[in-house]
C-alpha cells in the first residue's frame, strides 16, 4: 500500500508537513492520476506514486496551493487549467538520454535498414526519407540520427529526408531546439563526431546548424488521436524508452498508430529492453545484428 503523504493531502494540513508512512493513497491524488492517465495516457501505480506526490507538491508550491483538492481545482475548473496541466506534464514526463545510446541498433540501421528502405523506394516518385522519433526528449536522438544520415556517403545521394521529433515536455523541446548539451549527454560522442559537428560553449557542446538543418521539433500528446492520426507516410519511428510509462491500452493504443502511420515497408524501434509481446501481433520481429526491430509489411521482408 502506498505511504500517504499528509502534506499533500486535501485537507488543510499545510504543504511544509512530512509524509506519513501508512495509509492508501489520497482519494484527491488518484483523481490527478485518472486526470493524467486520461490525458497523456501515463499511468502510475500505488507503488510509484510518490514521484507524482513529488511532482503535485512543487507545481502547489508555484502556486501557493494549500491541498491536493485545491491543486485538483487548478487543473480542472481553474481558467488556466489547460496551461497548468501541460506544466504537470512537463514535471512528470523528464527522461533521460544522450548520443549515441543504443549503438547496436544505429548500426543496424546504417548497415541494414535504410539499404533495405532505399531498395524498396527506388521506383517511387518522391525520393524522400522520412523518420519520426517519438518522445523525442532532449533531442539526443533525432540529432543522432540527422548525423548518422550525413555519414552515409553517397548511399542517400539524390535522397531528401525528414526528421519528425515530438515530445509531450515543452522544456525538453525547447532544449532540444537550443541544441546545447553538457558532458552527460555528450558521453558516448568520439573525437571525430566532437570536431566534426558541436561548437564548444563554455564547457558545454552545441550542435552545428548543418545538424539541425532536416530536423522539426513540436509538442506532441501519443494519447491524442487526432494529431497521431495525421503522421502518415513514414519509413521509420523511433520511440524507446517512452511505452514503458503507459499500462497496456495506451500501449496498444499508441501502436496501432504507429501501424497505420508507417508505409508497408516501415520499421519500428523500441528501447533495447521494450517489445511488443502481447502488445500487437500485426508487426513482424526482425532480427538483425545485435539487435531487432520491428517492420511493418511481409513476413518474408522482415529479416531471419
Not at 118 to 138: F, N, V, Y
Not at 167 to 174: G, I
Not at 218 to 223: G, H, I, Y
Not at 269 to 296: C, I
Request: with cysteine.
Amino acid at each position: 500500500m502506498f505511504a500517504r503523504a499528509p502534506s499533500l493531502d486535501s485537507t488543510s494540513v499545510p504543504l511544509e508537513s512530512g509524509p506519513a508512512l501508512d495509509g492508501p493513497p489520497d482519494p484527491e491524488l488518484v483523481r490527478i492520476r485518472d486526470l493524467i492517465y486520461q490525458e497523456a495516457g501515463i499511468f502510475h501505480p500505488d507503488n510509484k506514486l510518490r514521484l507524482l506526490i513529488d511532482r503535485c507538491g512543487r507545481r502547489m508550491k508555484q502556486l501557493h496551493s494549500k491541498t491536493l483538492r485545491e491543486y485538483f481545482e487548478c487543473l480542472t475548473v481553474k481558467p488556466n487549467r489547460q496551461a497548468e496541466l501541460v506544466a504537470l506534464l512537463n514535471e512528470i514526463t523528464i527522461g533521460e538520454t544522450c548520443f549515441f545510446r543504443n549503438q547496436p541498433q544505429l548500426d543496424a540501421l546504417r548497415q541494414v535498414v535504410i539499404p533495405r528502405i532505399l531498395e524498396t523506394k527506388a521506383d517511387a516518385p518522391i525520393r524522400q526519407l522520412r523518420i519520426w522519433s517519438a518522445g523525442c526528449s532532449t533531442g539526443e536522438e533525432p540529432y543522432t540520427l540527422r548525423m548518422l544520415l550525413d555519414e552515409t556517403g553517397d548511399l542517400l545521394k539524390g535522397w531528401t529526408f525528414q526528421i519528425l521529433a515530438t515530445d509531450l515536455n515543452e522544456h525538453s523541446l525547447a532544449h532540444a531546439k537550443n541544441a546545447i548539451y553538457g558532458s552527460h549527454s555528450t558521453r558516448h560522442l568520439t573525437p571525430y563526431y566532437r570536431q566534426k559537428y558541436f561548437t564548444s560553449v563554455g564547457e558545454q557542446l552545441q550542435l552545428q546548424p548543418v545538424v539541425r538543418s532536416g530536423i522539426s521539433f513540436s509538442r506532441l500528446n501519443l494519447n491524442d488521436d487526432a494529431r497521431m492520426a495525421f503522421m502518415k507516410g513514414l519509413d521509420l519511428i523511433f520511440c524507446c524508452n517512452v511505452l514503458i510509462y503507459f499500462d497496456l491500452a495506451s500501449k496498444q493504443r499508441v501502436i496501432r498508430h504507429f501501424y497505420n502511420n508507417l508505409l508497408p515497408h516501415g520499421y519500428l524501434f523500441l528501447g533495447h529492453s521494450e517489445s511488443l509481446y502481447r502488445v500487437s501481433d500485426e508487426f513482424r520481429l526482425v532480427h538483425l545484428p545485435r539487435t531487432t526491430a520491428y517492420m511493418k509489411g511481409d513476413r518474408s521482408r522482415a529479416g531471419k
